[in-house]
């Protein structure tokens, strides 16, 4: 219970004056002493109303004690005055004291710049009791919503000498966290990952974000929820967390589904290589073709997530070659749907910086791929561009977005890099994705998201036009884009796309979602009138697994289509 050391300084008393005058009708009802209260702010208590009635003794003890119920007076005294036939009814108070100033003491997590903004009890006003009883109820609340669950406040007192509000709080810190179940992985690896640090005021919300952050790490087949033990010091405590690895080196083998169709995969990752949490991975797909097994890709990825494990810099570099068959963009633009074999081999280098960390990243990219013909039908072209992108999350649950929004800007530019021309394709693209989540309930929330792309290909002085794939463009259709519509199914060189769902979970596990999507792809002019728009909606469920949510969505659009995929759409 929290200790109210104010009703040392005030005590409230009763006072009626010995010689009351009962059973007389009241002509009027006086309260006098008031020097900072304005009578407004008492003017609706029942006391006001008796004019006219007798008074009666009960009726004394119900206006003392309504008073005193607002909270602003410590002591009241009860008198009437005659006046001929009839008395003046007279409550003379003594107000509670000035607050002239509110500390924060012990509260090292919350800032008291933001917390006495919060606070019912203000500054250059009365002392109010009822305000303090509201502040006691709210603060633990407000404290628990921010994630600091264990810490208190532990009472609040005025001084009268300062004329000052004193609330006093006590954090418990974390003394020390443990890893139970490290073999490989050296400790500083995962401690690097925390924002949660030994010596800092305990915060749960913090301490799932970690988690989270350990399992995105891909090193722990199980981590724990964070188990709390009691410190050295009594008030401090303890953070273990029970961790299982995973197996150093790794082989899954499996179905997915791209543009095409669906392919078998062998993919193999091999933890620590060269250095300390460094991840090479390397991936094979093949599928059925003509009655004989085909090769379809191959690819490997060398990802260091702390550049040589100095910085947060993650640092990548990706090297594949794929064999695909695609309609050339020209003969599409013709209505000839004939497919083209091609050979896609290239590598890319990737860099990417946070400058507020899990929240806003900065991002380069070179890139360097060669498509070339299996058959001919068209002339070889490479693809030589630089990028970067920013990108910015407020989201805590990317599965299940409550509230918060996200955005990502990027812009690659191929050929003509402005100082230096590196040959290859000459074009710019530009690509914005954005989403906001409005909580309606705690089981409700309405998300919207949109899409702008843009791709520009030019020529240098002298040449023809070139012949490249749809690849090279924006697609619309599909599960994750345009639901009621098959994949990819049209292509262009700008694209527009708005997606909104409202989701309703249904338990811990299970979600219902009703959604709309509108967008198209557009040649180099925008045509914004509705028509030119395609529109699919429906209903859908969401299954959440810890690989993350199953994804069901019956839509209707160009046809009624049942869509099945992983993760959300945004």
Request: include cysteine; charge should be neutral; proline fraction near 4%.
């Amino acid at each position: 219970m929290i200790w109210l050391c104010i009703t040392l300084f005030i005590a409230p008393s009763i006072l009626f004056s010995e010689d009351l005058l009962f059973h007389r009708v009241i002509q009027e009802v006086r309260v006098e002493g008031l020097k900072h209260i304005p009578l407004t702010d008492i003017a609706d208590l029942k006391l006001f109303k008796r004019t006219g009635q007798k008074l009666l003794p009960q009726d004394c003890e119900e206006d003392v004690m309504e008073l005193y119920a607002t909270g602003l007076f410590q002591e009241i005294e009860t008198a009437t005055l005659p006046s001929k036939n009839t008395i003046i009814l007279q409550y003379s108070v003594k107000e509670n004291p000035i607050i002239h100033s509110i500390q924060i003491k012990g509260l090292s997590s919350i800032s008291p710049e933001e917390m006495i903004p919060l606070l019912y009890s203000k500054r250059r006003a009365p002392l109010n009791l009822r305000s303090i009883q509201k502040d006691t109820e709210g603060i633990p609340f407000y404290l628990r919503n921010k994630g600091y669950d264990l810490s208190k406040l532990i009472s609040i007192s005025y001084l009268e000498k300062e004329e000052a509000l004193v609330y006093e709080f006590a954090e418990p810190k974390i003394e020390k966290i443990e890893l139970s179940g490290l073999t490989s992985i050296k400790p500083f690896i995962v401690h690097r990952e925390f924002h949660t640090q030994e010596n800092s005021v305990f915060n749960s919300r913090q301490l799932r974000k970690d988690r989270e952050r350990l399992i995105r790490l891909g090193y722990f087949s199980f981590v724990s929820p964070p188990q709390l033990e009691e410190a050295s010091h009594k008030e401090n405590i303890h953070v273990l967390f029970d961790v299982q690895e995973r197996k150093i080196n790794q082989i899954d083998l499996g179905l997915e589904q791209d543009l095409e169709r669906v392919v078998g995969f062998l993919k193999m990752d091999v933890n620590h290589f060269l250095l300390d949490s460094a991840i090479l991975s390397g991936k094979v797909q093949a599928h059925y073709e003509n009655n004989r097994p085909s090769l379809r890709s191959y690819s490997v990825r060398y990802l260091q997530p702390w550049f040589m494990n100095i910085t947060p810099v993650s640092f990548g570099v990706d090297a594949w070659t794929e064999f695909k068959e695609e309609v050339l963009s020209k003969n599409r633009k013709q209505n000839n749907l004939t497919s083209t074999k091609n050979k896609r081999s290239g590598a890319d280098m990737l860099f990417s910086v946070p400058i507020l960390r899990e929240h806003l990243s900065l991002s380069t990219k070179v890139k360097y791929e060669t498509v070339s013909p299996i058959e001919g039908g068209f002339a070889e072209y490479q693809i030589r561009s630089l990028a970067f992108g920013l990108n910015y999350t407020s989201i805590e649950n990317l599965s299940n977005p409550k509230s918060g929004a996200y955005w990502s800007f990027s812009q690659e530019q191929g050929g003509n890099l402005g100082v230096l021309d590196v040959g290859g394709l000459m074009f710019y693209r530009t690509r914005i994705d954005a989403a906001v989540f409005f909580e309606l309930s705690p089981a409700s929330v309405f998300g919207i998201h949109g899409m702008l792309g843009i791709f520009h290909p030019y020529l240098r002085s002298g040449e023809s036009e070139k012949s490249t794939f749809e690849q090279e463009e924006f697609d619309i259709g599909g599960a994750s884009s345009l639901r009621g519509y098959k994949e990819s199914r049209r292509f262009n060189s700008r694209k527009l796309l708005v997606n909104m769902e409202y989701r309703h979970d249904l338990s811990d596990s299970l979600q219902g979602i009703v959604f709309a999507d509108i967008g198209n792809v557009f040649p180099q002019q925008w045509n914004l009138a509705w028509s030119s728009f395609l529109k699919g909606s429906g209903v859908g469920i969401r299954y959440f697994t810890p690989i993350g949510p199953l994804r069901f969505d019956l839509a209707w659009g160009e046809h009624l289509i049942l869509h099945f995929a992983l993760n959300q759409v945004f």
